[in-house]
Nanobody
Framework: QVQLVESGGGLVQAGGSLRLSCAAS????????MGWFRQAPGKEREFVGG????????YYGDSVKGRFTISRDNAKNTVYLQMNSLKPEDTAVYYC????????????????WGQGTQVTVSS
């Protein structure tokens, strides 16, 4: 089982940037898919984006395309979510997830989850 720990959340003004990190431990994630999801109060969990660790292919939800970028650091076993041009509607708890996820945007395809980190964007 992989343990995931997110960091980097916080409060930022609209138009600003944040970078979230997700550090994996417990086993290698070289064959995993790593996903980022978010959940705002009263809303369903939403797919933000994901990366196939082995090939580095990235995928994004429509609401963040062109603003968010996912990358990975093999040496650190860490995935990053760079968030630019943030909007108040990006406010949510952001979760990192890992697993063998053939359908990358489905949250039930992931077996490991981080504890979540709060991102708040003020207008």
């Amino acid at each position: 089982q992989v343990q995931l720990v997110e960091s980097g959340g916080g409060l930022v003004q609209a138009g600003g940037s944040l970078r979230l990190s997700c550090a994996a431990s417990g086993r290698t994630v070289s064959s995993y898919t790593m996903g980022w999801f978010r959940q705002a109060p009263g809303k369903e969990r939403e797919f933000v984006g994901g990366i196939r660790w082995s090939g580095g292919d990235t995928y994004y939800g429509d609401s963040v395309k062109g603003r968010f970028t996912i990358s990975r650091d093999n040496a650190k076993n860490t995935v990053y979510l760079q968030m630019n041009s943030l909007k108040p509607e990006d406010t949510a708890v952001y979760y990192c997830a890992g697993g063998y996820a053939p359908i990358i945007y489905r949250s039930n395809a992931y077996t490991s989850w981080g504890q979540g980190t709060q991102v708040t964007v003020s207008s």
